[in-house]
């Protein structure tokens, strides 16, 4: 009973830590999303719509009137304004007299004979101004603030799908290791059974030692591209894992459930769904309209022409009114006092200079254009090329599948063949080893056309 009890608590024991160590599997999708959550340059492209959107809502309060307030207070050491009698009359002899009969009456009745003022003040005053027509530089600032949000979300979206290349490619360099050791396994598996056949073969006398020490060489080298390959996935797995801003540990015995042991971190290797390129195929100049440098070629023209009127603008008249309103003390008691006014600006002196701008974003337009109409034959050489090489990558994929099909076929005859005594060891093992590079070489097809596919869709 006790020794049941021990193996019963052994196995609980033994089911726990399976349990935990249970691998994580991660998807495509998955890592795609944890890409866009952490990569800082997804990140750094979402704040770039942000701050797009901030200076369209910059642009947007030109179209308001500004008001402003404004406060004053002064005190001078002498007052700005200090005039006697004869400042005003003069020094001629009237002017002196009647100077003179004011010194001497005036303070009997307590009147200063100098007129003081604007030694000290203060007011505040209100503002509210309104733009009225500006050259069409206030319509335009906001058709290319608008642009520029546009821009900022066509260059987030192509951020976006450089990310998904980039995972796409890390991803599937994982899963395509991870498929060479399940069939560098399954030639350890046949290594390994051909080695027991062996080895009852020379003990009935049929082979000798040295077919024995051909079988045990193969596994050596079996054995040993095992272990280059388990550091190649980690190396690949890490670089993945970064990118990711997924925590990992690479010593087993330091792995905790927050930064999980690297080998028990797995990719989804499903390669089902695989179609031929027909059923995505679109249209070359569809495809090509579709990309985001095309629409961004568009934005860079409208952008120069937009640039082009706003500078017509700044040689046409300003027209704006408003009003002001507020509380003054200078002279005299202080009172509250208004005013409306309106104001016609018309630039004189900058036309010259302006004309010369003018003409130079000309080009500057023209210059874009010629940039969009070659570009845009560019893009649709691109869309062919995606096509191309979409095809190409699922010929070359029939081509590994009836190679893998037909390695193995010969395989199997080889073996029989070796069993009967027809063929020898050597040419067993060399059939064997043709049937592993056909398989690895399916597994790099089908990857390959997965990134293709990958690329031709994501535009």
């Known amino acids: 009973m006790k020794r049941k009890t021990i193996y019963t608590i052994a196995a609980l024991l033994i089911a726990g830590v399976a349990a935990q160590a249970q691998d994580r599997v991660l998807t495509l999708p998955e890592c795609k999303e944890l890409a866009r959550r952490n990569d800082p340059y997804e990140r750094n492209a979402a704040l770039d719509v942000l701050a797009a959107r901030a200076q369209k809502q910059e642009a947007l309060a030109e179209y308001f009137p500004s008001v402003s307030a404004t406060a004053m207070a002064y005190h001078a050491l002498h007052p700005f304004i200090d005039l006697g009698v004869t400042d005003i009359l003069g020094t001629s002899d009237n002017a002196w007299n009647i100077s003179n009969y004011l010194d001497q009456v005036a303070p009997q009745y307590g009147l200063p004979t100098r007129y003081k003022a604007l030694q000290y003040g203060y007011g505040a005053t209100v503002t509210l101004t309104q733009p009225v027509f500006a050259g069409g530089r206030i319509v335009n600032g906001n058709r290319l603030a608008s642009l520029g949000i546009e821009a900022a979300e066509l260059q987030q979206s192509l951020r976006h799908r450089d990310t998904e290349l980039q995972i796409e490619q890390k991803y599937w360099l994982v899963v395509s290791l991870q498929e060479k050791k399940k069939t ?22 049929v082979l000798t030692d040295s077919d024995v020490m051909m079988v045990k060489l193969r596994s050596s080298e079996l054995r040993s591209s095992e272990l280059q390959l388990k550091g190649g996935t980690r190396l690949a797995k890490m670089d993945l894992f970064n990118a990711l801003g997924i925590a990992y540990s690479t010593v087993e015995a330091m792995a905790t459930p927050e ?31 579709r990309m985001a440098e095309t629409r961004l070629l568009a934005l860079q023209v409208e952008a120069k022409d937009l640039q082009r009127k706003m500078t017509v603008g700044e040689t046409l008249p300003e027209v704006g009114v408003g009003a002001m309103y507020g509380y003054g003390k200078a002279v005299g008691d202080g009172r509250m006092n208004g005013a409306v006014y309106a104001m016609v600006k018309i630039p004189i002196s900058e036309w010259g200079k302006a004309s010369r701008k003018i003409r130079r974003i000309s080009y500057e337009v023209e210059k874009a254009r010629n940039e969009q109409e070659y570009l845009g034959s560019q893009l649709l050489l691109r869309a062919r090329q995606l096509w191309v090489n979409l095809t190409t990558a699922w010929e070359q994929l029939q081509v590994a599948e009836q190679s893998v099909e037909y390695a193995r076929d010969v395989y199997e005859r080889q073996r029989l063949s070796f069993e009967t005594g027809l063929v020898t060891m050597s040419d067993l093992l060399q059939t064997q080893t043709s049937l592993r590079q056909s398989e690895d070489s399916y597994v790099e097809q089908c990857i390959a056309y997965r990134q293709a596919l990958c690329e031709y869709q994501i535009r």
Do not use: H, Q, T
Request: avoid cysteine; proline fraction near 6%; charge should be negative.
């Open 184 to 205: 560098l396994e399954e030639a350890l598996s046949l290594v390994s059974s051909l080695e027991k056949d062996v080895l009852a073969a020379r003990a009935a006398g």
């Open 259 to 289: 930064k999980p042991f690297i080998d028990s971190i797995v990719m989804d290797d499903d390669f089902g769904g695989l179609r031929s390129p027909d059923s995505y195929y679109v249209p070359e100049e569809e495809l090509a309209d």
